[in-house]
């Protein structure tokens, strides 16, 4: 994750916070449901292996952020293996294999976090909480309605997100889904689109 400093302090459209000078550039990975549906009661909507070796393939030796929550969806409640592993918490005491921040202050300057890619990986209100420092949503698109509690951002109606990449159809365990890549239009970009 790499930490780049601004002369000038920006605010945040979408929480209407002020965000610190420094801004972190991460990704998003996640698998939506046909409503952009992301889980239910603390689960998964969907057991699809491909996606899930997708998950494990792309976010193995690097950083995984997430919310407390997300950490006790994990069997046992245990971090997952072969990464780092940093829970947003505010009430959860540290133990062996995470780090605890409980502000974006302190996760700006964790030194762990710095030199790798940090993926973003739930739940809901963490995922809103940073998509101001995202620049690429890793999104599992699957052709199926679920009933779910908890949501992500509609990329395809984000006015400074753009599909940038999409797989063909894959059909696993019962499902069809797409790999989707969306990244966050450059400030070059989003000026052309004004001009035009």
């Known amino acids: 994750m790499k930490i780049l400093y601004h002369e000038k302090i920006t605010v945040s459209s979408v929480f209407n916070t002020i965000v610190s000078e420094r ?14 549906g992301i889980g239910k009661d603390n689960k998964l909507l969907f057991s699809i292996p491909a996606d899930m070796k997708f998950f494990r393939e792309t976010t ?20 997952l293996k072969n990464r780092n592993n940093i829970v947003f918490s ?8 995470i780090t605890v921040v409980r502000s974006l202050d302190e996760l700006m300057h964790i030194p762990e976090a710095s030199d790798n890619d940090a993926f973003v990986i739930g739940g809901e209100s963490i995922y809103r909480l ?8 890793l999104i599992t698109k699957v052709n199926a309605s679920t009933p779910a509690d908890s949501f992500l951002p509609d990329f395809d109606g984000l006015a400074d997100w753009y599909l940038a990449g999409k797989s063909d159809e894959i059909i696993d365990n019962g499902y069809s889904f797409t790999f ?3 990244r966050r239009l450059a400030d070059s970009e989003r000026n052309n689109i004004r001009k035009d």
């Open 60 to 79: 193995k030796g690097h950083t995984v952020i997430m919310g407390r929550k997300t950490l006790e969806s994990f069997p046992g409640g245990n971090p």
């Open 23 to 36: 801004k972190m550039f991460m990704k998003l990975i996640a698998a939506v449901s046909a409503e952009w």
């Open 130 to 137: 940073l998509l101001p420092y995202i620049d690429i949503a």
């Open 90 to 97: 505010k009430t959860l005491k540290p133990f062996a294999g």
């Open 180 to 182: 989707c890549t969306y």
